[in-house]
C-alpha cells in the first residue's frame, strides 16, 4: 500500500525525490494510518482544488485496501 501512495504522489508532485509515505501500526479496530509527506510547495498539487485529488487518492486506496481485507486512512501531511 506504501508503494501505491508513493507511485502515485510522485507522478503528481514536481519534486518526486521528497515525497515519504508512513504507516502507523494498526488501531484497535485494525485500521492502518497512512501519512504522505510531500514538499511544502507541491501541498497543493496533491490536494487539488477543493481537495478533489486528495480525495480521489483516498477513494483508489481504499478500493486496493479492501481487495486485500485491509482498513486504512490516509492523510496528506
Known amino acids: 500500500m506504501q508503494e501505491l501512495l ?31 509527506h510531500v514538499a511544502e510547495g507541491d501541498m497543493g498539487r496533491v490536494i487539488g482544488k477543493q481537495g478533489r485529488i486528495a480525495k480521489a487518492i483516498r477513494t483508489i486506496a481504499r478500493s486496493a485496501a479492501i481487495r486485500n481485507d485491509e482498513k486504512i486512512k490516509v492523510e496528506i501531511d
Open 6 to 36: 508513493a507511485i502515485i504522489a510522485k507522478g503528481l508532485v514536481d519534486d518526486p525525490n521528497s515525497v515519504e509515505v508512513e504507516a502507523d501500526a494498526p488501531s484497535e479496530d485494525g485500521t492502518v494510518v497512512y501519512h504522505v
